[in-house]
């Protein structure tokens, strides 16, 4: 059972602050992932967990018990990083092993442990191996289960795919995924830059910018309910389309309107806000409906056509220069120069006001 709680922890270096004011609950058992643009300070708070990064300011606790100042060894957590970090001359059983040799333990102990989180990772057949014989894939895979044989309470990863090519990244992905739920009382807690590992293992997701925390949540939460303008932009690919907008409040909700055009009224409350307002307008480029000209909210040339298979996606270049994006089914074909008019799925339209943050929805 292990527990992670960062109350008000903040890292500078120098006059550069990274991190400010993070307060975070893991629970036992949790699979949580941090991600943010790059500089965001998602690893940086990785490794202060890990302890291979002094605190400045707050506390970390660990089971209750405050942390900052526990030596790395003796935090009960594992870490998988991105670079392998093999020894070798090492054959797989001996670098998973290696640690508990360290430690101390018994030959009999560390080729029992060795044994089952080679069972666990399907590595079996590749004990008496060396590095040097294993795809990238494997490699990884014993990275993992070097973390494993020492039964911590936490394994930390810092994007340990991202050296993978995208087919082992998928399977590594699933064998990830699987772990999670061979260990159900073991907390995970992963940095990546890549959006479908972070919705595919999360239990919660961590939206990181500029050193602060922006959202916390499942990802459904995030992908449907973003908090503000940053999260709705940087979860979901593509991104969610954002058009400039005028916002009336009333007693009856806001009336959302696009170049004059009342595109909304009602489905966002106004709280307690009166008179007129600029916004966003958003929604992400699969909520999009053919419209009569007439009737559309945007209308553009085509520019670039995606087949992805399953989907296409095509960029729309708009009179104001600006771009914006369509997802259609696959089958739906377009033409370069083609102009299409579209309106959105007022059902998952999204509202921001002038700070980025989001507007309250009536329930549907």
């Known amino acids: 059972m292990t527990e992670i709680k960062l109350a008000k922890v903040s890292k500078s270096y120098g006059q550069v602050e990274v991190l400010r004011d993070i307060d975070l609950d893991i629970k036992t058992g949790e699979f949580v992932v941090f991600v943010g ?3 965001c300070g998602k690893s940086t708070l990785l490794k202060m967990i890990a302890g291979l990064e002094d605190i400045n300011d707050g506390d970390l606790l660990i089971d209750g018990v405050r942390s900052n100042d526990t030596p790395p060894a003796q935090r009960g957590i594992a870490m998988v990083f991105q670079s392998y970090a093999l020894y070798p001359h090492m054959t797989v059983a ?3 092993g290696f640690s508990l040799r360290i430690a101390g333990e018994s030959k009999e102990r560390i080729n029992e442990r060795v044994a089952r989180a080679a069972e666990m990772l399907q590595l079996t057949p590749l004990l008496q191996r060396y590095p040097r014989e294993l795809s990238g894939g494997q490699r990884q895979r014993v990275a993992i289960g070097r973390a494993i044989v020492r039964e911590s309470g936490v394994f930390l990863f810092d994007e340990p795919l991202s050296n993978l090519d995208a087919a082992l990244r998928v399977a590594t992905r699933v064998e990830i995924a699987e772990l999670k739920e061979r260990l159900p009382d073991t907390t995970m807690i992963y940095v990546t830059h890549d959006q479908v590992e972070a919705m595919t293992l999360a239990d919660r997701i961590v939206v990181l910018n500029g050193g602060t925390i922006e959202q916390v949540g499942p990802p459904t939460d995030l992908y449907h309910r973003p908090n503000n303008r940053f999260v709705a932009g940087f979860i979901g690919s593509p991104a969610m389309n954002m058009i400039p907008c005028d916002i009336a409040y009333g007693g009856d909700g806001a009336k959302v309107t696009v170049g004059g055009k009342v595109m909304d009224e009602g489905t966002f409350l106004s709280g307690d806000r009166a008179g007129t307002a600029t916004g966003t307008l958003g929604w992400r480029p699969e909520h999009v409906v053919p419209a009569p000209e007439d009737e559309a909210l945007v209308s553009g040339k ?5 087949h992805l298979g399953e989907v ?3 960029y729309l270049g708009l009179a104001d220069g600006s ?3 369509a997802k259609f089914d696959g089958t739906r074909s377009f033409a370069k120069g083609e102009v299409l008019h ?6 998952e339209l999204h509202l921001f006001d002038a700070d980025g943050l989001a507007h309250t929805r009536r329930e549907r």
């Not at 085509?302 to 995606?306: A, H, N, S, T, Y």
């Not at 579209?342 to 059902?347: A, I, N």
């Open 342 to 347: 579209l309106r959105p799925d007022r059902s």
């Open 323 to 325: 771009q914006f994006l």
């Open 302 to 306: 085509v520019e670039l056509i995606e």
């Open 94 to 96: 001996k670098n998973m």
């Open 312 to 314: 296409t996606i095509a």
């Open 37 to 39: 643009p790059s500089g």
